[in-house]
């Protein structure tokens, strides 16, 4: 049940799974942009510029029909792309830097253009 004086859990209650008080991933709630929004992942802008791909689930792996889900989802707002897989800052809940074919990391979205 959590932390007495946690919220957390009660925000994510819906669609998040596993969350963490002190994950960044877990607790990212909307202080960036965010372009998608689905039942297991959520695309947004990281906040030092940039989209990334983040699991609704604390966890550090994805099952092969999760990934395939999430470059599907990945797929409606990018049209050529990469998922690089660094994981240094929060190497315990999987998210994945979305970058374009070349590799730079300025990709901008088909929703934008
Ligand atoms: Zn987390």
Not at 6 to 18: A, G, Q, V
Not at 45 to 68: A, C, I, M, Y
């Amino acid at each position: 049940m959590g932390k007495p004086n946690s919220t957390l859990k009660n925000r994510y209650e819906d669609t998040w799974s596993n969350v963490h008080d002190d994950c960044m991933l877990c607790e990212m709630n909307k202080r960036t942009k965010w372009y998608l929004e689905t039942k297991r992942f959520v695309v947004a802008e990281k906040l030092n510029g940039g989209p990334f791909v983040v699991l609704k689930e604390h966890r550090d792996t994805l099952t092969p029909s999760e990934w395939d889900q999430m470059e599907h989802i990945v797929g409606l707002l990018f049209d050529e792309f990469e998922i690089d897989i660094r994981m240094n800052l929060v190497p315990d809940h999987w998210h994945g830097h979305i970058l374009s074919s070349d590799g730079s990391s300025s990709i901008t979205s088909l929703k934008e253009e």
